[in-house]
T-cell receptor, first 111, second 116 residues
């Protein structure tokens, strides 16, 4: 069953613009992880944010986590055509030994 | 380090047949997970193994099974294939050992299974 729900389902922006994707989840989590998937290939890990953290950065990526609202956001700044992909958030609950994913946001960056 | 490898990359099977998919994790990783990805259901967790022990199983019928070997390599098997089993099957490995899960998962390229 889906725990996370990404929003929007699809996003189309111009190269150089910022892209923001949101993820909401239902139960208490240990951490939340964002992944990128290019066209039916494997998932690539982007950022892991623990439940006691509020914000993390990695290059052009910024992730926030609000556990009171059970939501997270992924911001990609100065987007590039190569950022075109589907983005998924996965949540990890203690003792579950699994990531529970939403259905993803499909990002298209137009050159 | 070499990444997670999955074999075969593509597979076409007929309804009623069985299939075995293989996954070799990153060296040193003892946790291996399997996920099924379909357009309709998205990414669904199948099972997770650590040191040859299955620690969790997703909500899939008994036709789906898996195992892990002493070298951490893992296989999953689907018996009596149905059309709905057509999917991308992804394997992931991680360094995580305990329950906290504060380790990233490294995914392989997947095996694309088509059932006709």
């Amino acid at each position: 069953s889906q725990q996370g729900e990404e929003d929007p389902q699809a996003l189309s922006i111009q190269e150089g613009e910022n892209a923001t994707m949101n993820c909401s989840y239902k139960t208490s989590i240990n951490n939340l992880q964002w992944y990128r998937q290019n066209s039916g290939r494997g998932l690539v890990h982007l950022i892991l944010i623990r439940s006691n953290e509020r914000e993390k950065h990695s290059g052009r990526l910024r992730v926030t986590l609000d556990t009171s609202k059970k939501s997270s956001s992924l911001l990609i700044t100065a987007s590039r055509a190569a950022d075109t992909a589907s983005y998924f958030c996965g949540t990890w609950t203690a003792g579950s030994y699994q990531l529970t994913f939403g259905k993803g946001t499909k990002l298209s960056v137009i050159p | 380090k070499a990444g997670v490898t999955q074999t075969p990359r593509y597979l076409i099977k007929t309804r009623g047949q069985q299939v075995t998919l293989s996954c070799s994790p990153i060296s040193g990783h003892r946790s291996v997970s399997w996920y099924q990805q379909t357009p309709g259901q998205g990414l669904q967790f199948l099972f997770e193994y650590f040191s040859e022990t299955q620690r969790n199983k997703g909500n899939f019928p008994g036709r789906f099974s898996g195992r892990q070997f002493s070298n951490s390599r893992s296989e999953m098997n689907v018996s009596t294939l149905e059309l709905g089993d057509s999917a991308l099957y992804l394997c992931a490995s991680s360094a995580q050992q305990g329950t906290a899960g504060n380790y990233e998962q490294y995914f392989g390229p997947g095996t694309r299974l088509t059932v006709t």
